[in-house]
């Protein structure tokens, strides 16, 4: 893509692949000569680049899985000419770096939490982090910046907080609140929700982080969803949404189990549940879901899982292999003919997802795959109530995946569960695209659940 750097001084002009990319670089004043490589593309390096005075500022992954920063002259780019300006940790996973005329901001992710960290440049303040009240919380810096501005803004929210914009003040460490997005036309307190953070042990003594939202008069062992993804090294936010409003004011507690398969804890949390190690990102959710029922947070067969695309996925493997956990389960667009996917190099995604996946062309990758793979390993058991939905315009999981799946679930389960398929002929990968028709898609999920919850 192409872009400008914060200072206005430079073009940059970049281009990636799955887990690598360069980036060339053209000073905006200089009408002689063209863009210049800063870095070229090598397997499996990734990183970023800003300008600030004489200077070019390289987040990289240079051996160092979480990123590192360094620093080097604009008229010296080679490797051998970098400074080191903060180095590899592997409890920090350094996500990017923003530059202002007098500081800098590296926003990182310490122990599944994003933070900022700033760096002022003068008036001989120390680098210091931002201080956030909430056991868990989304923390992003907003767009539209003024580079030589003293002070920042930065949009934070909660699950149970609504997306609130706040200006910091780097000289003075104070910030002032500058507005708040509304959550509908009733009145909402938002001390009337709580909010934790909770760790589980997995089976291989990894600990998974866990957030809760619930009503304040809400008891424990209430009906609860849990929510989760696990791929492509995708983070669930921890941001507020009305949809999940909607569900703890009905009695629900609403959990998100950050599952390795994502970034919450660092590239290698994202690396640990991809290709061989895919399994890990299934027993996590198994491990956290049984922590919730051993602390009385849940009970078991009362428990709705949610998920969708690769989290739509994980629900069919989970469906499979722990029905006995579920009330029910709502799997959107889901990714549940992987085996045979992955094997017909003509759809458009097949190749590029080798690398998250494994190749079944070869033997070892095959037979793991369809270890797991939903529609390989349906079974003659009783199956939860189940909501599947696939859009007829699809392009990342074809529509067919879902109807083959539901197909064999209807033939071989024993149960009279609910198995429920819709097809939405409007919509794609992302869902309906019109305003009311989201709105409707989101309503028939939500009722779904709350009808599980008023049957049962």
């Given amino acids: 893509g192409l872009d400008s750097s914060e200072s206005d001084e430079y073009i940059f002009l970049g281009a990636s692949g799955y887990d690598a990319n360069e980036i060339w670089y053209h000073r905006i004043t200089d009408l002689v000569h063209d863009f210049h490589c800063f870095m070229p593309r090598l397997e499996g390096h990734e990183y970023e680049l800003s300008h600030h005075n004489e200077s070019f500022l390289i987040v990289s992954n240079d051996n160092a899985v979480n990123f590192q920063i360094f620093k080097t002259s604009i008229y010296e780019v080679e490797r051998e000419h970098w400074a080191l300006v903060q180095g590899h940790n592997p409890e920090v996973f350094i996500e990017g770096l923003t530059v202002f005329h007098d500081f800098w901001i590296i926003s990182e992710r310490h122990?599944?939490?994003?933070?900022?960290?700033?760096?002022?440049?003068?008036?001989?303040?120390?680098?210091?982090w931002l201080q956030m009240p909430e056991e868990a919380y989304e923390l992003t810096t907003s767009e539209g910046r003024d580079y030589r501005s003293e002070s920042f803004r930065y949009w934070y929210s909660t699950?149970?907080?609504?997306?609130t914009l706040y200006e910091h003040h780097v000289t003075t460490k104070t910030q002032t609140l500058l507005k708040r997005r509304l959550?509908?036309?009733?009145?909402?307190?938002?001390?009337?929700?709580?909010v934790k953070r909770l760790w589980a042990k997995a089976r291989d003594g990894v600990s998974v982080p866990v957030t809760l939202l619930y009503h304040k008069d809400t008891k424990p062992g209430a009906d609860l969803i849990l929510h989760s993804y696990g791929s492509y090294g995708e983070m669930l936010d921890c941001e507020y949404s009305n949809y999940k409003i909607v569900l703890v004011e009905r009695g629900f507690i609403y959990?998100?189990?950050?599952?390795r398969g994502g970034t919450e804890l660092g590239k290698s949390w994202y690396l640990d549940?991809?290709?061989?190690?895919k399994k890990n990102t299934f027993t996590d959710y198994i491990d956290v879901a049984e922590f919730l029922i051993e602390e009385g947070l849940a009970k078991k067969g009362r428990i709705i899982g949610e998920g969708s695309s690769a989290g739509g996925m994980l629900m069919g493997v989970l469906?499979?292999?722990?029905?006995?956990?579920?009330l029910g389960i709502v799997a959107s667009v889901p990714f549940v003919d992987v085996l045979n996917t992955m094997l017909d190099a003509n759809l458009p995604l097949t190749t590029l997802e080798y690398k998250e996946w494994g190749n079944p062309n070869n033997t070892p990758d095959y037979e793991y795959i369809k270890s797991y793979s939903p529609y390989e390993n349906v079974k003659a058991q009783a199956y939860p109530h189940m909501l599947v939905?696939?859009?007829?315009?699809?392009?990342?999981?074809l529509y067919w995946e879902a109807a083959k799946w539901v197909a064999k679930l209807r033939a071989t389960k024993t149960s009279d569960s609910l198995l429920l398929f819709k097809i939405d002929d409007d919509s794609g990968h992302a869902g309906a695209s019109g305003r009311y028709d989201t709105l409707k898609e989101i309503a028939e999920e939500l009722a779904f659940m709350v009808m599980l919850k008023d049957k049962a």
């Fill in 111 to 128: 122990k599944a939490l994003p933070r900022l960290k700033i760096m002022p440049l003068t008036g001989g303040i120390k680098p210091y």
């Fill in 159 to 163: 699950p149970r907080l609504p997306q």
């Fill in 183 to 194: 959550t509908g036309t009733k009145p909402y307190f938002e001390e009337d929700y709580v």
């Fill in 255 to 259: 959990a998100l189990a950050h599952v």
């Fill in 273 to 277: 549940g991809k290709l061989s190690k």
């Fill in 319 to 326: 469906a499979n292999e722990r029905p006995d956990l579920f």
């Fill in 389 to 397: 939905v696939a859009g007829l315009h699809d392009q990342r999981v």
